[in-house]
């Protein structure tokens, strides 16, 4: 019988391709895809432990807020940490007053809309690192990190 | 015919090539100059160490500290740099990569009293130690002695710079924290202005007066409620203001230190700390 040498090199070819394909199964695995943005960087923690007097009215408030009106509307805060997890981060590194009045200082730098990019380091893709510890007025715990450098915790 | 032709010099040229002994000590250590010069340290250095093996060879043992300090991998650099025995030709040298290996790992102690040593001896590299201990100097906490000593070492081409380190070093251009919350406590916003927090400073001057203005109307207008909320909240923005200047003054402080630290750093990786140039790959 003869064969054509063409045809036996085609049919050769193919069928390795078609082999080769068939290797790489997770690669071509089917995968419903979703569209909705990643929020790794929202750590939510639901705690209504009493740790010390403010808790009892801080901790209630702030797990509120994130249940009704934070994680319905959407990540919209530009920092990290979100102005939210700032307040209740600063209470519990320093007291329930300068927490607070931290906040009121994070709530300013939320406000004003000019010159982010030249003012804070990034965090991921959309978000401005602004940690608490370096407002505690503790000159030790200020780690400074030049603005426009990416971050990751 | 021309089959066997070809299968002879196809052959010959297999059989040729396992002629070639590429464990011989000469072959290892080209193999190893060729890593080295093509910066791939680590793999050099194993090749080294082999060649060491078979022959004992000054010029290899140094390479192998060069290799180690330029991988950043001080305490395996420090330890081969004292087997480098007196007699070697880079005996020297290997004095001043000891102290650079020190300095950049943070040994203080050992580095002040080597470079003490290295500067009062007889070495050819006395003054690069001397510059690099000054240098190393405006890094530490320690006091600088007086400018026209400090500057003494130094290269007329390297006066410039380091004066310029020694003057910031003496005084720094801090932000006064205590300054910053008066000016915020008298008219808010104004503290972040002095840090140059310039959005920061405008923002908290609205914010504070807007909640101020609303305050006063609904006081005026008779709406206690509102007016107190307002009130609350124009009290919390003035104070979180005047809290928010001091920890700006902190934070521009630490970034001048920041700075100045990066700036003296980057001086010191440009002069290669200070340790003459080797030519092992031309």
């Not at chain 1, 959407?74 to 979100?82: D, E, I, L, V």
């Not at chain 2, 004292?82 to 880079?90: D, E, N, V």
């Given at each position: 019988m003869i064969i054509n040498k063409k045809y036996l090199l085609s049919i050769l070819f193919i069928y390795q391709v078609a082999i080769y394909s068939q290797t790489d199964w997770v690669r071509w695995e089917k995968s419903d895809l979703t569209y909705q943005l990643k929020n790794n960087y929202l750590e939510r923690e639901y705690d209504l432990s009493i740790e010390s007097v403010s808790d009892v009215i801080v901790k209630p408030v702030i797990n509120a807020y994130w249940f009704f009106v934070s994680d319905v509307d959407?990540?919209?805060?530009?920092?990290?940490?979100?102005c939210s997890s700032f307040l209740v981060q600063s209470i519990k590194e320093t007291n329930v007053f300068q927490g607070v009045v931290m906040f009121f200082d994070r709530f300013t730098r939320d406000t004003n809309i000019f010159g982010r990019h030249e003012h804070y380091p990034r965090y991921g893709k959309n978000h401005f690192y602004d940690p608490v510890s370096l407002y505690t007025l503790e000159e030790e715990n200020i780690n400074y990190i030049p603005a426009k450098t990416y971050v990751n915790e | 015919m021309l089959k066997i032709f070809y299968l002879i010099i196809l052959l010959s040229s297999i059989m040729f090539s396992q002629q070639i002994d590429f464990q011989s000590p000469e072959n290892i250590k080209l193999f190893a100059d060729f890593l080295f010069c093509d910066n791939d340290y680590l793999r050099a250095i194993d090749e080294y160490e082999k060649y060491l093996v078979a022959v004992d060879d000054d010029l290899v043992q140094f390479k192998i500290t060069i290799a180690y300090s330029s991988m950043n991998d001080c305490e395996n650099a420090i330890n081969k740099l004292?087997?480098?025995?007196?007699?070697?030709?880079?005996y020297e040298q290997s004095k001043i990569e000891l102290l650079k290996s020190l300095y950049l790992q943070n040994i203080d102690s050992v580095f002040y009293a080597v470079a003490e040593t290295l500067i009062n001896s007889k070495s050819l590299y006395a003054n690069n130690a001397y510059r690099l201990k000054n240098t190393a100097l405006l890094l530490s906490k320690t006091e600088l002695p007086e400018k026209e000593s400090f500057l003494i070492p130094f290269e007329v081409e390297e006066k410039k710079t380091i004066s310029d380190f020694y003057n910031l070093k003496k005084n720094p251009p801090y932000k006064s924290e205590a300054l910053a919350g008066v000016l915020s406590a008298i008219i808010p916003g104004s503290g972040k202005i002095y840090t140059k927090d310039y959005g920061d400073g405008i923002t908290a001057f609205l914010l504070t007066g807007l909640f101020t203005y609303l305050a006063y109307t609904n006081f005026e207008h008779d709406h206690p409620t509102r007016a107190w909320i307002f009130a609350a909240l124009g009290a919390g923005f003035y104070v979180g203001n005047i809290y928010g200047s001091v920890a700006s003054a902190q934070i521009f402080n630490a970034k001048v230190n920041f700075e100045f630290n990066e700036g003296v750093k980057l001086f010191l990786e440009d002069k290669k700390y200070f340790t003459p140039n080797y030519d092992f790959c031309k």
């Open positions: 959407g990540a919209n805060c530009p920092f990290q940490p979100s | 004292g087997l480098i025995k007196k007699t070697s030709p880079f």
